[in-house]
């Protein structure tokens, strides 16, 4: 089992920049692909960014690209999503994923999640 507990939501103006990081419990939290979701209102939870257990490769979603950047760090049992040049578009619920296996994009296939933390960009 894994818990997944997000911190670092807030509001902020267009341009600006957050840091969410989530802290997972559990000691094989090396051992998971670690990703980040959202769901704004009225709309479907969607893939913003994950790694990868083994080499930490980062796959991301083309509207954040160049934008957010996604880490880890094993020690600390965290994963980070630094989020810079925000736009009002990303205002949403992000969610913390944990998977253990390779890179993917469903939600169905992360079956650990945390609460969700709020973010919203005003313009």
């Known amino acids: 089992q894994v818990q997944l507990v997000e911190s670092g939501g807030g509001l902020v103006q267009a341009g600006g920049s957050l840091r969410l990081s989530c802290v997972a419990s559990?000691?094989?939290?090396?051992?998971?692909?670690m990703g980040w979701f959202r769901q704004a209102p009225g709309k479907e939870r969607e893939f913003v960014a994950a790694i990868s257990w083994r080499y930490s490769n980062t796959y991301y979603t083309d509207s954040v690209k160049g934008r957010f950047t996604i880490s880890r760090d094993n020690a600390k049992n965290t994963v980070y999503l630094q989020m810079n040049s925000l736009k009002p578009e990303d205002t949403a619920v992000y969610y913390c994923?944990?998977?253990?296996?390779?890179?993917?994009?469903?939600?169905?296939?992360?079956?650990?999640w945390g609460q969700g933390t709020q973010v919203t960009v005003s313009s």
């Open positions: 559990g000691r094989t939290f090396s051992t998971y692909t």
């Open positions: 994923t944990a998977r253990a296996g390779p890179i993917a994009t469903p939600p169905r296939e992360y079956p650990y």
